[in-house]
């Protein structure tokens, strides 16, 4: 569906058909440069080393949310820097599997199979990629470095999934020339883009 009249797509309209993250150890080789994912790309080829966590819950697919903290103001009026935002995605991981407690506990098991845990939310840095296809065609791509910074494991209860709720923080990184992410989204129709509205281009009002 085009544009219509007063300049909206309902095809722009991002309806997320699924999605997936998936990670990496911190290495050069897993880093992923913007050629890697852009909108030339039909289909991204991720190195050997990344891996997913499974499945995710039905109602625990990944949330974005952003936190800018308070400005800096200054004794002079009309003056504050802005805190840099931080990003951090929730997913609820469905499975219990050595790739899962690698991400919550940062560390491998024994010879005995045992792991020896310190954390949940582990100092270790990992490469990700996010990618969520959409209704409308498009896939949406992101790029970064990650840290687990907040997980908690569901109650037990018969009958019904027990996951964790874990969140992963988008760290700036000189990987990623000290930006906390890299994205894009691929298959947009050309000149998709909002243009800057003319004055009275809107919709009368009384």
Known sequence: MAKDSQGNDLNAVPVPKGGAISFAPYAPGNILKPEDIGI?????????????????????????????????????????LSKSPDLTTAVSLAEDNPNTRLLCYGTEPDENGVYHVDTLTPDRKWCAYYEEPRKNGTVYRRAGIVQVTENKPDQAERGTVKGKAVT?????????????????????????GNQTPTPNSGPKTS
């Open 168 to 192: 992963f923080t988008w760290q700036r990184d000189p990987a990623y020339d000290g930006n906390a992410w890299i994205d894009c989204v691929y298959g947009e129709q050309p000149n998709s």
């Open 40 to 80: 030339k790309v039909a289909k991204v080829q991720l190195p050997a080393a990344y891996f997913t966590g499974g499945l995710i819950k039905q109602d625990g697919g990944p949330a974005d949310e952003s936190g800018k903290g308070d400005a800096t103001e200054f004794f002079q009026e009309g003056y504050s």
